[in-house]
């Protein structure tokens, strides 16, 4: 199956600092990629859609200003938590859906983010 | 809108027993329908998916999964547990396929295997 990677793989940073987080499809070209966070024990919450080249789509209840998804390329999202607060503290996935299989979403490894 | 209801937090079963997960769900259309599977700290990595046709789905590592359009349900079995099916598994559904179609999750099933 297709691989879809994220960096880091966990990040500690201080409150009120930004962290950006990588998605990556290695071997196909996501057209559509989405952004999941999980809290410990949870399920996954989507957080927002994005489109290559279009801006993200976000969840009702998900504020876009403090998390910036730029989808610039068929091969990268990023996923920019800004001014983070413990309570962002949490378990970030991504998923690629694009060609040439469009009726399956690939999952990343997910990237842990703790802030202080 | 879509969503899907998985009944059970918890479940252990012996290693070689029988598993059957339950999972509900609610949709008006035809439902894409989907088992993933999460081992700790790591992510999603799909068992199975049901879009059309036979309503019994084979998937990886043994699993199954049978689509009832009468109960709306789309439960996940397994004949004889091994002690690395330990996990969390997660019921999903989808409003459709195309690029703005989005997949639910449910709440999730912790599979606990007794030695």
């Known amino acids: 199956g297709a691989v879809v990677s994220q960096h880091p793989s966990w990040v500690i940073c201080k409150s009120g600092t930004s962290v950006k987080i990588e998605c990556r499809s290695l071997?196909?070209?996501?057209?559509?990629m989405f952004w999941y966070r999980q809290f410990p024990k949870q399920s996954l919450m989507l957080m927002a859609t994005?489109?290559?080249?279009?801006?993200?789509?976000?969840e009702q209840g998900v504020e876009k200003d403090k998390f910036l998804i730029n989808h610039a390329s068929l091969t990268l999202s990023t996923l920019t938590v800004t001014s983070a607060h413990p309570e962002d503290s949490s378990f970030y996935i991504c998923?690629?859906?694009?060609?040439?299989?469009?009726?399956?979403?690939?999952f990343g490894p997910g990237t842990r983010l703790t802030v202080l | 809108a879509q969503s899907v209801t998985q009944p059970d937090i918890h479940i252990t079963v012996s290693e070689g027993a029988s598993l059957e997960l339950r999972c509900n769900y609610s949709?008006?259309?035809?439902?894409?329908l989907f088992w993933y599977v999460q081992s700790p700290g790591q992510g999603l990595q799909l068992l199975l998916k049901?879009?059309?046709?036979?309503?019994l789905v084979q998937g990886i590592k043994g699993f199954e999964a049978e689509f009832k359009r009468s109960q709306s349900s789309f439960n996940l079995r397994k004949p004889s547990v091994h002690w690395s099916d330990a996990a969390e598994y997660f019921c999903?559904?989808?409003?459709?396929?195309?690029?703005?179609?989005?997949?639910?999750f449910g709440s999730g099933t912790r599979l606990s295997i007794r030695p």
């Open positions: 071997d196909f070209q996501a057209t559509t």
């Open positions: 049901y879009f059309s046709g036979d309503t």
């Open positions: 949709y008006g259309a035809t439902p894409y």
């Open positions: 998923s690629a859906r694009g060609v040439p299989d469009h009726n399956e979403q690939f």
């Open positions: 999903a559904v989808a409003s459709g396929y195309s690029s703005a179609s989005k997949i639910i």
């Open positions: 994005s489109n290559e080249g279009s801006k993200a789509t976000y």
